[in-house]
């Protein structure tokens, strides 16, 4: 089955820094999803992407939908406490009726 | 605009029960997909269900199965649990079933199941 490779599994920053994570696909996906999740509670869309090549903002978050539609990723700047959680990319691939396809998390600890 | 609701929130079973989890999309939302949770798997498609009709399932043994009504709520049955069973499960709401059209998908908080 088709598989998203999400790096790095986990990260551990100081509050303030910028953090970047990517996930990565062997086939084209027509949107990229990024999910939040906090311990015990369901993921949270943070941001859709649903062209190649589009930046989208989410406050401090930024996300690229690559241009080979083959990966993305997802920045946060000066991170803060309460965006530890882990992250997840998702994919939609470009063939119909399949199903989203997730990464497996990206863990961030932020130090205060 | 309500989100997607997961009913109960918790569960404790013993093995060999069987149990039924249930979830409400959002207000018009008529896809539905399940997924579950564990901490080394990560989230393992489970089935995806369309205006009644079930898309696409995942590989898990036929003990896992689902149903969707007119009112687009579904639920998933767990039959003759196994301590394995045990992990998140969520369900994911959308406006379009998946792969059809760009669409995202929001989910709810989840069921966390306990078999003991």
């Known amino acids: 089955g088709q598989q998203l490779n999400q790096s790095p599994q986990s990260m551990f920053i100081q509050e303030g820094e910028d953090v970047s994570m990517n996930c990565t696909s062997s086939s084209i996906f027509n949107t990229w999803l990024w999910y939040k999740q906090d311990p015990g509670e369901g993921p949270v869309l943070l941001i859709a992407?649903?062209?190649?090549?589009e930046l989208t903002s989410n406050g401090r978050l930024t996300a690229q939908f690559g241009i080979t539609r083959k990966d993305s990723f997802l920045n946060i700047s000066a991170s803060i406490p309460s965006d530890v959680g882990i992250y997840f990319c998702?994919?939609?691939?470009?063939?119909?009726?399949?199903?989203?396809?997730f990464g497996k998390g990206t863990r961030l600890s932020v130090i205060a | 605009k309500a989100g997607v609701t997961q009913t109960p929130r918790y569960l404790i079973k013993t093995r060999g029960q069987q149990v039924t989890l249930s979830c409400s999309p959002i207000s018009g939302h008529r896809s539905v997909s399940w997924y579950q949770q564990t901490p080394g798997q990560g989230l393992q498609f489970l089935f995806e269900?369309?205006?009644?009709?079930?898309?696409n399932k995942g590989n898990f043994p036929g003990r896992f199965s689902g149903r969707q009504f007119s009112n687009s709520r579904s639920e998933m049955n767990v039959s003759t649990l196994e301590l394995g069973d045990s992990a998140l499960y969520l369900c994911?709401?959308?406006?379009?079933?998946?792969?059809?059209?760009?669409?995202?998908?929001?989910f709810g908080q989840g069921t966390r199941l306990t078999v003991v």
């Open positions: 994911a709401s959308s406006f379009y079933p998946a792969g059809e059209r760009a669409t995202e998908a929001f």
């Open positions: 998702a994919g939609s691939p470009l063939s119909g009726n399949t199903p989203l396809v």
């Open positions: 992407l649903y062209k190649a090549g």
């Open positions: 269900y369309f205006s009644e009709t079930q898309r």
